[in-house]
């Protein structure tokens, strides 16, 4: 019986011949995911990857094929294959033994043993049949995607671009398409653009964003087209371009009667693409999208339908495609993330004036502004400005940073330009010893040099700046893949906003070794994660314990005559998915019940009055509150008090295991100790394996598919540095834990007669590993890819390196020294 190998090279490959399958046809296996990130140095699951990929055109996969050995049945990988095609956007999936072939059809939903594979047309016939009622022009789908960047897309991005090319064959003019913030909608869109222009099927195409940085990465990422793009208004007019590029502010400025986007004819544009369209491309501009509405218009954002933008749907329709963060996750293209929540005392309880001036605070109050009795958490530094409450974060965030690593890239999100000035300063005054003049710095729409500093921030190659404070510059579209950390000041009641800040962490980046993120949260915004965020194994409502037995109720009264205000909507966010719901009555009374025994943020709104937001603890014996609702007016010159007691109150870090449990850092680490323990019985035994590699690999990842992580563990131990040897060793055995400097130098000391005996460069290059070691952990020392990076870049990468060391064993007997000396030093054993 012939092995898997030979099934394919002797049996199915004549198959595929016999039936015309060849060339550029057929692509062998395929890696359709990348391996779900399970470490924190990048180490992934076992990716999926497809046997065959039957291609009609290049762009254009129509069938998958799953080979089996011979002596194996014919039937054993149809679910796989069927897996692969749905995934990929296929309508037909084979297995075969190379003796049997077995078809499924997702035309008919009919599986069927057949004699031999179709032919690629009439394969092709039938997707056409299915596809479409009647013959059409698909030269779009079958066009060579542009890929001269070395940047092809992914199997998701070819699913999206070939239903969204499909729907405007069909003749829809409406498109809508959900792929999550992260996953390329840019580069996405770009390829649809590629192909609809390339053969003629278009001719003119907007861009609309509402930012100019959003325009300006478009038209970066489509410097393909060259001189046949152009910026509106910034470019010298011309209606001679192919694709135009544009902000709705900029198209709807002019004359009332003669605005920007009037100056070209209603039918100048074949399509209108509509970039974040969640946020503007069915409310204000709305009247641009009319004026070209027989355009067809493509609107793209990166969250499902929900509440606050159930306009977006209703405009577009259902999106013809989605891929959450969770699939990006689950696939391996974006990073999971840790959640750390953070309850001071005021900000979980409100502020009350009269206990604050009983304290000694000290308050100013402006002219024509009343002082109300309590204030909460959604009216601090909007209309009360706290400078106690923002040196006590700033503090308890650095003590996160020296924890995490104080050079880790992070953004944090303030309520508005003067509190992101104030936190860059707490923050850059506490890291000043660094060295950095520019470690904190804001990054707002005012400042003149805000896309200067953007760049430079967003530079994975650049140290500094390592804080951005910002309002809402770098929520949406803006791509900082080095970001580690999201720090949540700024209260949000949109899950559609919280999405947009959520996805600046999302991005893997291997050049700065960023394989996950966390979310920092002081103002309980992470109850707005839903199923959609989540990876398949998680289970997000375990975020909030039960039991639901309690409730809040009360009375919601106008702040300036105390009369009752009815119709109320009044929202209980208790977490992922657990929400209740209540309307005030005729008296202004209002009832949540089922509640936890935690923090819940509750929302008010009304029309015509300002929204308000209230973190509250409920309990048993809670009395009924009252809750006064502003009418809307223009915000005045704020309220200052300073002296205000403020502390810590309550902090959660949540850690999302592989089974679905989320987990405080103390049982973290009691989980991880049990973990490991299960797999290794001593510290005797954990040495041995971690002095081999593969078994040191093996048991990472055995770890990893457990949600066990190192670098996890020595941030909850607050020794950032920590070997990941050590931090294992110290959970599980109560081992001493050393950082990976001590362990470096031990080895230098012992080391320095075999170091000193080689050459200038083969010991600049052991040093520099050395040293990445220090910055990494012994991952970045066994890599090949580390010869990829500077400075080995530079050093002529692998091959430079192996010439220096006079060949490839003398090489690897290098680095064998120092993985064995670090962890036979320093008192490992």
């Known amino acids: 019986m012939r092995n898997e190998a030979d099934t394919r090279a002797e049996l199915i490959e004549q198959h595929l011949l016999t039936s015309r399958w060849k060339g550029e046809k057929i692509k062998r296996e395929v890696n359709i995911t990348a391996g779900k990130i399970i470490n924190e140095y990048g180490k992934r699951e076992k990716l999926k990857r497809a046997d065959y990929i039957l291609y009609y055109k290049p762009t254009f996969p129509i069938a998958i094929v799953e080979a089996k050995e011979e002596g194996a049945s014919w039937l054993d990988g149809m679910e796989q294959s069927k897996e692969y095609a749905k995934m990929i956007g296929c309508l037909f999936a084979y297995s075969t033994n190379g003796l049997k072939i077995e ?51 992914r199997y998701y991005q070819e699913n999206a671009i070939k239903k969204v090319l499909e729907a405007i064959i069909k003749g829809d003019k409406r498109i809508l398409l959900t792929m999550a913030t992260g996953s390329g909608k840019t580069f996405t869109a770009f390829q649809i653009v590629w192909l609809l222009l390339k053969t003629n099927y278009f001719r003119k195409i907007l861009y609309l964003a509402d930012r100019n940085f959003l325009r300006n990465q478009a038209y970066n ?91 977006t749907y209703q405009y577009f329709g259902e999106p013809v495609y989605s891929y959450s963060m969770a699939d990006g996750i689950e696939d391996g293209f974006l990073s999971p993330y840790q959640i750390y929540r953070i309850f001071t005392n005021i900000g979980r309880d409100g502020l009350n004036i009269k206990e604050a001036i009983h304290q000694g605070a000290q308050i100013y109050i402006p002219e024509d502004v009343e002082l109300r009795d309590n204030y909460q958490l959604e009216s601090f530094e909007r209309e009360i400005a706290l400078p106690d409450r923002t040196k006590e974060i700033c503090e308890h965030l650095a003590k996160q940073f020296e924890n995490f690593g104080p050079e880790q890239k992070t953004i944090i999100f303030c309520v508005n330009t003067e509190h992101a000035a104030l936190v860059a300063k707490e923050l850059q005054n506490h890291f000043a010893h660094l060295g950095y003049s520019d470690y904190a710095t804001r990054i707002v729409a005012i400042e003149s040099n805000a896309e200067e500093m953007f760049e430079k921030f967003k530079d994975s190659e650049k140290v500094s700046p390592v804080i951005a404070t910002t309002v809402d510059l770098l929520t949406t579209g803006i791509d900082v893949p080095s970001v580690r950390n999201l720090v949540f000041l700024r209260p949000i009641s949109s899950k559609v906003y919280f999405k947009q800040h959520l ?27 839903d199923e959609w965020d989540y990876p398949s194994q998680a289970e997000p409502e375990r975020l909030v314990a039960g039991p639901f037995n309690l409730r809040i109720e009360g009375y919601i009264m106008h702040s300036e005559t ?17 929400q209740r719901n209540a309307l005030s009555d005729k008296n202004g009374f209002f009832r949540l019940e089922q509640l936890a025994h935690s923090p819940v943020t509750i929302t008010i709104t009304k029309g015509d009055y300002r929204t308000r937001e209230l ?55 009691e989980y991880s100790r049990k973990g490991i323990t299960e797999r290794v019985t001593s510290l005797e035994t954990l040495n041995k394996i971690w002095l081999d590699r593969k078994k040191r690999d093996e048991f990472l990842t055995d770890l990893g598919k457990e949600s066990i992580h190192p670098q996890l563990l020595a941030s909850i131990l607050h020794m950032p540095d920590a070997d990941a040897f050590d931090a294992i060793a110290h959970i599980a055995f109560g081992a001493p834990i050393l950082t990976r400097d001590e362990r470096l130098q031990a080895f230098l000391n012992k080391k320095k007669q075999v170091l000193d005996a080689l050459g200038p460069g083969a010991q600049l290059i052991l040093l520099t590993l050395l040293e990445k070691y220090r910055a990494g952990g012994i991952n970045q020392v066994v890599r090949s890819e580390v010869f990829d990076v500077p400075p080995f870049d530079k050093m002529g990468r692998l091959q430079g390196v192996i010439e220096e060391f006079g060949g490839i064993e003398n090489l690897k007997e290098s680095i064998e020294m120092i993985e064995r000396g670090l962890y036979e030093s320093a008192g490992a054993e």
């Open 615 to 669: 973190t509250i603890t409920p309990t048993e014996d809670m009395e009924p509150i009252l809750i006064e609702l502003r009418p809307q007016r223009p915000v005045r010159e704020k309220i200052v008090i300073e002296g205000v007691e403020v502390y810590i109150a309550e902090e959660t870090n949540i850690f999302i295991a592989s089974t679905g449990l989320t987990l405080t850092d103390a049982e973290y680490k």
């Open 503 to 529: 996805g600046r962490g999302c991005r893997i980046d291997e050049a700065s070794g960023k394989y996950f993120f966390r979310v920092i949260d002081y103002v309980n915004a992470t109850r707005l994660l």
């Open 103 to 153: 078809e499924f059809d997702f035309t008919t939903n009919k599986q069927q043993t057949i004699d031999r594979i179709p032919t690629p047309d009439e394969l092709f016939n039938r997707y056409m049949r299915f596809t479409f009622t009647q013959d059409k022009d698909i030269k779009p789908l079958s066009y060579d995607y542009y890929t001269k960047h070395e940047k092809t897309p």
């Open 221 to 311: 990422e489509y410097s393909p087209f060259e001189e046949a793009r152009q910026l509106i208004p910034d470019d010298k007019p011309s209606k001679s371009r192919k694709v135009y590029f544009s902000i709705y502010q900029a198209l709807y400025s002019g004359d009332e009667r003669k605005r920007i986007y009037q100056e070209y004819p209603s039918d100048f544009f074949d399509l209108i693409i509509i970039d974040e369209c969640h946020r503007s491309g069915y409310g204000t501009w709305k009247e641009i999208l009319e004026y070209f509405s027989g355009a067809v218009q493509l609107g793209m954002t990166a969250t499902p339908k929900r509440s606050d933008n159930i306009d």
């Open 562 to 578: 105390a009369e009752p205000v009815i119709g109320v909507r009044v929202k209980a966010q208790l977490g992922p998915n657990i």
